[in-house]
């Protein structure tokens, strides 16, 4: 089965500007997770998706950040406009019955 | 409230060395799980481990192994004799039942294996 897909890769954009990232996960996996880690600290919840519904979403730092995950398969993570303190890698994880999570490979974001 | 500390920032070992990982967790709940990811230099996440809060029993699968402790709320990792394959961040992970089982990550042991 094909696993977490996440692109881009990397991405380096300048700060004011907007950024997209996508995440694929599992078919057929409900669950799915938006997590990142920032400048070598420890890896940080954003939100988690059930199907379409947010069900969690305290983990998102503030209002420039927007995800959504239309007819519950893939997920968009948009950050407008983008701080510098947005560097790090973001990574998205899917799961089904709320155990055996599966991470993409991540984005690694850059904002100069 | 969820925590989980991984005291060592970064640990160096000399290949064939035996290298032990700590992770020492806080919950409330008494149904959770806990986990080990592997990072590489690549950059995934490479799962290891899930072990849930009623089986304490030990685990080894080949060079690793993983002792559970809830007297000490420990979940610690050892490598036996390293390689500099093993050369990776490892973060140690806890999730619970009650909240939607987000995974609360320790800050992360850099491990660096020296030929």
């Known amino acids: 089965e094909a696993g977490v897909t996440q692109f881009p890769s990397h991405s380096v954009i300048e700060k004011g500007q907007t950024v997209t990232l996508r995440c694929d996960p599992i078919?057929?996996?409900?669950?799915l997770y938006w997590y990142r880690r920032v400048m070598g600290k420890e890896i940080k919840f954003l939100l988690h998706?059930?199907?379409?519904?947010?069900?969690?979403e305290s983990g998102m730092p503030n209002n420039r950040f927007l995800a959504e995950r239309t007819g519950g398969t893939y997920s968009t993570l948009k950050v407008q406009p983008a701080e510098l303190e947005d560097s790090g890698v973001y990574f998205c994880?899917?799961?089904?019955?709320?155990?055996?999570?599966?991470f993409g490979s991540g984005t690694r974001l850059t904002v100069v | 409230a969820q925590k989980v500390t991984q005291a060592q920032t970064e640990i160096s070992v000399v290949e064939k060395e035996d290298v032990t990982l700590d992770c020492v967790y806080e919950t409330r709940d008494t149904t959770y799980y806990l986990f080990w990811y592997k990072q590489p230099p690549s950059g995934e996440l490479v799962f290891l481990i899930r072990?849930?809060?009623?089986?304490?029993q030990n685990e080894i699968s080949g060079r690793y192994s993983w002792n559970f402790q809830k007297s000490t709320s420990s979940f610690n990792f050892t490598i036996t004799a390293s390689q500099v394959v093993d050369s990776a961040v490892y973060f140690c992970a806890l999730s619970e039942w009650e909240y939607g089982n987000k995974l609360v990550f320790g800050a992360g042991t850099i491990l660096r294996v020296k030929s």
């Open positions: 998706f059930v199907k379409e519904s947010k069900q969690d």
């Open positions: 078919s057929g996996h409900d669950n």
């Open positions: 072990r849930n809060s009623f089986d304490e």
């Open positions: 994880a899917s799961s089904q019955a709320g155990y055996g999570y599966t």
